[in-house]
């Protein structure tokens, strides 16, 4: 008999171990029953919550999105300033929590699977849109017309910094990524980082 009140304690427990498993892997053969036994819990309880390893991936990336969205929108609310909206955003994609090693392998098998996986891309796709907003709100002021253009490179230096961070041996460090990514900013908008 399920004990009450344990499955979100119990899924919660096996999102956290899809991410660390993934992340330590470098990649989504990992099977259900690792996860599980990292979470503390047999596989047919896993397969029971979730379904599938696809399914205990997708409920990773939404909680790793949520956790991003909810710390963009803390750190947006001490921002006055469109570069200062901007800023935020940036430092917020590389900050410890969004830019620990295992967080990073999730993104980068997150992306793969959504080249296969239709929930995968709608998530993929929300998230991008998201982003692309937030950037060309605070741009429009600094840009003008430009701001759609230099949106989605800031988009891709974002994304291209999280990719080399995934096939790097090195320690993340999310303080010289941001620095990366703000000097392309100040470049775009021709003011000094």
Do not use: C
Request: hydrophobic share 50%; glycine share 8%.
């Amino acid at each position: 008999m399920p004990k009450l009140g344990m499955e979100p304690i119990r899924k919660a427990a096996l999102v956290k171990a899809t991410i660390a498993e993934i992340g330590s892997a470098g990649s989504l053969d990992v099977t259900v029953g690792q996860i599980a036994r990292r979470a503390g819990m047999s596989s047919a309880l896993a397969h029971h919550y979730f379904g599938g390893k696809e399914q205990m991936f997708l409920a990773a990336m939404r909680h790793v999105l949520t956790l991003y969205g909810a710390a963009v929108r803390a750190a947006l609310q001490g921002a006055n300033t469109p570069r200062a909206r901007l800023e935020a955003v940036i430092r917020t994609s590389f900050a410890p929590a969004e830019f620990r090693r295992e967080v990073v392998g999730a993104w980068l098998n997150f992306y793969v699977l959504a080249q296969t996986v239709p929930e995968a891309k709608r998530l993929l796709r929300v998230y991008q849109r998201r982003l692309h907003t937030n950037l060309v709100h605070d741009l429009r002021p600094l840009v003008g017309r430009r701001a759609p253009d230099v949106a989605v490179g800031l988009g891709a230096m974002i994304d291209g910094v999280y990719l080399r961070e995934a096939l790097s041996e090195d320690t993340p460090d999310g303080a010289a990524a941001a620095e990366m990514v703000l000097a392309y900013l100040a470049a775009e908008t021709g003011k000094a980082n």
